[in-house]
């Protein structure tokens, strides 16, 4: 499967614990996104990277969010001292090529948590 | 600030008839505009793009800049075209609406 993959598919936390979720994008794709989605909504825009730039970054993610992509290729995205409103599915998703004509593929998800 | 909205969270229509999903933007300038679609147990996934002047499954979405919409529609909906869809567009970089649920009953 050549697609995005994004590990664990499925992360049960207590509360005030650390949690890193991993993305790794279609190899090509120079553009890297990351999306929180809870029940009812649509994917709300965390953080966004252009190769190993994180170009932007949601003003809504609290200081307990941090994400890296080094050297442009996969990307973490860790949690800090998770609480229980943190619980919702963490989306990836890559692209490439001219950005007016941008074509996001997404992972499966990784479904978090927070007991 | 620059968004979509996704005035109806559910829409509902028989197999066969027209179906319509809204999309309104709140910015000027040349919008950037695509609409996602998420079918059951898969992947969001995209379905076309404003630029492309695409038909895809059926569908097609013009661009209205006088009432600045986006809207997408099928002329005769199916079964299968039951799922979440989104509108989305990329000032910057991709941001989505809140969704419209689709469901078609046979």
């Known amino acids: 499967d050549t697609g995005v993959s994004q590990d664990p598919r499925h992360k049960i936390t207590k509360r005030g614990q650390n949690v890193t979720f991993r993305c790794d994008p279609i190899?090509?794709?120079?553009?890297l996104y990351w999306y929180r989605q809870t029940l009812g909504q649509g994917p709300e825009f965390l953080t966004y990277?252009?190769?190993?730039?994180?170009?932007?970054k949601s003003r809504l993610l609290s200081d307990r969010f941090s994400a890296e992509r080094p050297k442009g290729s996969f990307s973490t995205l860790e949690i800090q001292r998770t609480e229980q409103g943190d619980s919702a599915m963490y989306l990836c998703?890559?692209?490439?090529?001219?950005?007016?004509?941008?074509?996001?593929?997404f992972g499966s998800g990784t479904q978090l948590s927070v007991l | 600030a620059q968004r979509v909205t996704q005035p109806e969270k559910l829409l509902s229509v028989f197999k066969g008839a027209p179906v319509e999903l809204k999309c309104n933007y709140s910015y000027s300038g040349s919008p950037e505009l695509f609409w996602y679609v998420q079918y059951s147990r898969q992947r969001l996934q995209l379905l076309l793009r404003?630029?492309s002047r695409e038909s895809i499954k059926g569908f097609t979405a013009d661009l209205n800049k006088g009432e600045t919409s986006f809207h997408l529609k099928k002329p005769f909906a199916q079964e299968e075209d039951s799922a979440m869809y989104y509108c989305a567009h990329r000032p910057l970089d991709m941001r989505f609406g809140a969704g419209t649920r689709l469901t078609v009953k046979p």
């Open positions: 998703a890559s692209s490439s090529g001219f950005p007016t004509n941008e074509k996001l593929f």
């Open positions: 190899s090509e794709h120079n553009r």
């Open positions: 990277f252009q190769n190993e730039a994180q170009l932007e």
């Open positions: 404003h630029i």
